[in-house]
């Protein structure tokens, strides 16, 4: 019988998803809880697993199509399941399509997952033959014999880089080996057989001479148009909504951190912590942290509707994120309970989890306040927009060695501005300035900590 998957609410009341890409494809045999594909909402890449056992049927969506949550995705043939399939929406498949990815009966596998075996005659419709061409003989997929391969491991961003340059990972693999694949593998690869990215390849290079001359003869097109999507459309909305809703005030303010750099320079030679890595960022978080008890305007909503301001009794920090499918803020949940060594290594997994597109609807929901680290750019200050429902954000910029008025004299010392956006319906300029100072005071003498609470 035809058993009908839908799209499932992924999490957060997100109305739509894109298909990033199939995994499957018609007439594979699929295990329950078998990664089907790879989709992006409007806020991360997540993987659906199958909550079914049964042979792929039908495709509803291409890759790179915007799916309706509740909109059919996919078919799959089924023994025994005449009786949950004759509804539109099975009780079963209800049952097994909660709010967030992992519906389904739990694996009983126990070590190291398996990956999942593909067909090499299932190599997606649209491959750069050149490509394939230049591999070396015995890695070029045979159309006549219908081998099994593991699915090579990677990424969602290197899977996604990999597909712009037309390059099947699968030849990469065989050059590799048996590890995860990076991008530095891809653009290796992509620069021994001469690949070139899909989104730039028809752009010609302007002449030197006159690069912007109009109505220069057309050897091509002049332009590149990228479609608004997925987390950069979510991003964008939501910074839009925030600027026109909630009336912005930034303060500046540059601090002498010389002791806290000192700070870190002794802890990263306690050989007891020496895994920890600790860095700036870590700080200022539990700076803000502490700082945030004595200003809770600045740890609250707004609830317009309610006609109420929500003071918050906990910190769900949120730690601007750069990745290539735009910015994210992912939560560290209740961060004012962490010490500096466990917030250091929040800071840092979520970091890694970001650059991996990886990172799930639920880890970038709700969030009280928020820290944008702008120096990593090279960047000194700058005024960064609240995310919607946060009252204060604050901007970490680059620490750079000038002369500093020093005890009475000018010497060398390491200085950071910090950069502080906060709503001004529930933060006033004496609050917001006083919060500032807190966490520059904690940057420049760490011992302070020991004073708030």
């Known amino acids: 019988m035809i058993a009908e998957f839908r799209l499932p609410d992924l999490g957060e009341g997100l109305a739509e998803a894109e298909v990033v890409q199939w995994l499957v494809a018609p007439g594979d045999s699929v295990a329950l809880n078998q990664t089907l594909a790879e989709v992006e909402t409007a806020k991360a890449v997540v993987e659906l697993p199958s909550p079914y056992e049964g042979t792929v049927a039908t495709l509803h969506a291409e890759a790179g199509e915007t799916v309706a949550v509740g909109a059919a995705l996919i078919d799959f043939e089924v023994v025994g399941e005449e009786e949950t399939t004759s509804a539109p929406m099975p009780e079963a498949a209800e049952k097994a399509q909660p709010n967030l990815v992992g519906y389904g009966a739990a694996p009983t596998a126990t070590g190291r997952p398996a990956r999942r075996a ?19 003989h015995d890695a070029t997929p045979s159309s006549a014999v219908d081998s099994v391969v593991e699915r090579p491991r990677s990424t969602p961003p290197v899977r996604a880089h990999a597909k712009r340059l037309g390059i099947d990972l699968v030849l990469v693999a065989a050059e590799v080996g048996d590890r995860v694949i990076t991008r530095a593998d891809v ?73 806290t750099m000192d700070l870190l320079a002794s802890l990263r030679d306690d050989r007891s912590l020496s895994e920890h890595r600790i860095g700036p960022l870590a700080v200022v978080a539990k700076a803000v942290c502490l700082a945030l008890g004595r200003t809770p305007g600045l740890n609250s909503r707004w609830d317009e509707a309610a006609g109420e301001i929500v003071q918050h009794h906990y910190v769900d920090l949120g730690i601007a994120a750069a990745t290539d499918r735009g910015l994210i803020v992912p939560m560290i949940r209740d961060a004012e309970r962490l010490t500096l060594v466990e917030l ?18 639920a880890e970038l929901a709700g969030g009280t306040f928020s820290i944008s680290n702008i120096g990593v750019f090279g960047v000194d200050a700058g005024t960064p927009i609240l995310p919607p429902g946060q009252s204060g954000i604050l901007a970490v910029g680059a620490v750079r060695r000038q002369p500093w008025e020093f005890r009475g004299e000018i010497a060398l010392r390491q200085v950071m501005t910090l950069s502080l956006s906060f709503d001004h319906r529930l933060v006033d300029g004496a609050e917001g300035a006083r919060f500032l100072k807190d966490v520059a005071d904690i940057l420049e003498e760490p011992g302070r900590a020991m004073l708030l609470r």
């Open 344 to 361: 250091a290594g929040a800071v840092r997994a979520l970091a890694e989890v970001a650059r991996s597109g990886k990172t799930s609807p």
């Open 187 to 259: 653009d290796a690869y992509a620069e021994r057989v001469g690949a070139r990215s899909q989104a730039t390849a028809d752009v010609p290079v302007a002449a030197p001479s006159s690069p912007f001359t109009p109505g220069a003869s057309g050897d091509g097109a002049r332009e590149t148009r990228v479609p608004i999507r997925g987390v950069r459309k979510h991003t964008a909305a939501a910074m839009v909504q925030s600027a026109f809703t909630a009336p912005h005030v930034t303060v500046f303010h540059t601090a002498d951190v010389t002791a």
């Open 118 to 136: 593909r067909r090499s005659g299932a190599v997606p419709a649209v491959v750069d033959t050149a490509v394939l061409e230049a591999a070396p």
